[in-house]
């Protein structure tokens, strides 16, 4: 993924070119605005660029050197990724690298990052996922060791502000004094909710929430929507795109059943037995199917 290829944003994207070509990169940088606006995506761009051999000279990354391979792959060895988790029976101090599978499909899945589909798919019933203290000593330890191939480490934390408050402060030590040669890129939904004195050591990069047009674009490409459709659907979202697409998936799933309901009552009212008993069949598997599907956007 290039640049080019996130959406809408490109006041972001200059200032973030415009760290590197000026050589002021900042140790921490905090990308923060509204859900469902694609902040995750610009800093895996970013991370990618600022650890790519031959960036472009329209300042995107080249895409075909080994460090923008391996950022493509969600491989590359010098970049560290923090996000919520939930404790378990088994795992009772869990660290983001436990449910690196996950997070790798799931960011695959969701590229907008819906925090209630990441929280859904743990085992655990209405699980609350947070970003513990245990996540501390292994992320010092891969920092103090340095970069391997690259001229940066670099972590990427999405929502700081789920960190509890042991976290928070382990988290500022190592922003206070960083390792040399380390970034931090946070990625926050809501600013106001980070420990003040994290967000004050951050450079603040504004993220605004997406037009109405860009998400209903997004729905009409991705989704092969009709336009009209789309934008009713991006009206009622508010620009997040993952507000949206749970639209777009009540409304298909509305019109579903009642198309099914209205062949229950045609099969009823003929006293279609056979008929019913394959319409049962029919909404079972169903269900089991629909499951499926709505994890696969
Ligand atoms: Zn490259």
Same mark, same amino acid.
């Given at each position: ?15 973030? &070119? /415009?760290?590197?070509?000026?050589? &002021? ?32 000279? /329209? ?23 923090v996000y919520p988790v ?9 660290? !983001? ?7 790798? /499909?799931?960011?695959?899945? !969701? ?19 947070i970003i513990y203290?245990?996540e ?13 191939? !690259? ?6 934390m999405?929502l700081p502000?789920k960190m509890n408050?042991?976290a ?10 960083? +390792? ?19 967000? !004050? &050591? ?6 605004? &929430? #997406? ?7 997004? #729905? ?42 209205? *062949? ?11 008929? #019913?008993? *394959? ?17 696969? +956007?």
């Amino acid at each position: 993924m290039n640049f080019k290829d996130i959406p809408a944003h490109e006041n972001v994207k200059r200032q973030l &070119r /415009d760290m590197v070509a000026d050589g &002021r990169v900042p140790h921490a940088l905090l990308l923060h605005g509204p859900a469902g606006s694609g902040k995750f995506m610009l800093a895996r761009v970013f991370a990618q660029y600022l650890h790519c051999e031959h960036p472009t000279s /329209d300042g995107e990354p080249c895409g075909t050197c080994p460090a923008c391979i391996q950022h493509q792959t969600f491989n590359h060895v010098d970049t560290l990724f923090v996000y919520p988790v939930v404790k378990t029976e088994k795992l009772k101090e869990p660290v !983001s690298d436990d449910y690196i599978e996950e997070f790798r /499909d799931f960011i695959t899945s !969701s590229p907008y990052m819906d925090f209630d589909k990441w929280a859904s798919s743990f085992e655990k019933k209405n699980a609350q996922p947070i970003i513990y203290v245990y996540e501390s000593a292994g992320l010092e330890r891969r920092l103090a060791v340095s970069a391997t191939a !690259s001229k940066y480490k670099i972590v990427i934390m999405w929502l700081p502000e789920k960190m509890n408050e042991q976290a928070a402060n382990k988290l500022l030590k190592l922003i206070e004094e960083p +390792y040399p040669g380390t970034i931090f890129i946070l990625v926050s939904n809501d600013a106001s909710a980070i420990l003040p004195t994290i967000k !004050s &050591r951050c450079r603040p990069v504004e993220v605004t &929430r #997406l037009d109405d047009a860009t998400v209903a674009e997004y #729905l009409t490409r991705r989704l092969a929507m009709d336009p009209q459709d789309a934008m009713a659907s991006a009206h009622i979202a508010g620009g997040d795109i993952n507000a949206a697409l749970r639209t777009v998936d009540a409304t298909s799933v509305s019109r579903m059943f009642f198309d099914y309901f209205v *062949q229950l009552m045609r099969l009823a009212y003929q006293r279609d037995v056979k008929g #019913l008993k *394959q319409w049962s069949a029919d909404i079972t598997s169903m269900g089991r199917e629909q499951e499926v599907k709505f994890y696969e +956007y």
